[in-house]
């Protein structure tokens, strides 16, 4: 009778960690998959914790922002081999989170792109300031040299007044 209510106490925590794993609940499916681990150990109990821990960390990857942490985790579950109630249970989770995780590194690579744009059209800038003061300097030096000979131009003519 004992091992009957065994069997019902893992069969309901496996049935719970699996709802915890499709509610995107990773750290309570950890939980009830450990407690089902604790009543009767299987491959079956570790693979579910596995999963719901590389799930847990990948969604945890994902809202810290390491999105490439995320793909790996998620793209590790999607690989990995399941029985079909574990398959059903996370794969489309894992399938979203890997593509939010795309999208996230997609943004990243516009915004980073913007920045190098930005910064390039800043440098851009900077050189024409540059060769615009050298051009101001020249006009400088032709301005300068225009007044000396309008100078010159003008002591010759007060000297042929007087």
């Known amino acids: 009778m004992l091992a009957g209510?065994?069997?019902?106490?893992?069969?309901a925590?496996?049935?719970?960690?699996?709802?915890?794993?499709?509610?995107?609940?990773?750290?309570?499916?950890?939980?009830?998959?450990?407690?089902a681990d604790q009543e009767k150990?299987?491959?079956?109990?570790?693979?579910?914790?596995?999963?719901?821990?590389?799930?847990?960390?990948?969604?945890?990857?994902?809202?810290?922002?390491?999105?490439?942490?995320?793909?790996?985790?998620?793209?590790?579950?999607?690989?990995?081999?399941?029985?079909?109630?574990?398959?059903?249970a996370v794969k489309s989770n894992a399938e979203d989170m890997l593509q939010k995780a795309k999208d996230i590194e997609k943004k990243e690579i516009t915004r980073e792109e913007k920045r190098k744009k930005v910064e390039e059209q800043g440098i851009d800038k900077a050189i024409k300031a540059v060769d615009s003061v050298g051009e101001i300097r020249e006009k400088q030096k032709e301005i300068g040299e225009s007044l000396d000979k309008a100078e010159k131009v003008k002591e010759k003519i007060e000297a042929k007044k007087n």
Request: hydrophobic letters at 30%.
């Open 13 to 35: 925590h496996v049935e719970a960690g699996m709802k915890a794993l499709k509610d995107e609940k990773y750290s309570d499916a950890i939980m009830w998959f450990e407690k």
């Open 41 to 88: 150990s299987t491959y079956e109990t570790k693979t579910f914790m596995k999963v719901a821990k590389r799930m847990e960390h990948g969604a945890t990857a994902l809202k810290d922002g390491e999105y490439k942490q995320a793909m790996e985790d998620s793209n590790q579950v999607i690989n990995m081999k399941k029985d079909p109630t574990l398959e059903k």
């Open 5 to 11: 209510c065994s069997t019902s106490n893992y069969d």
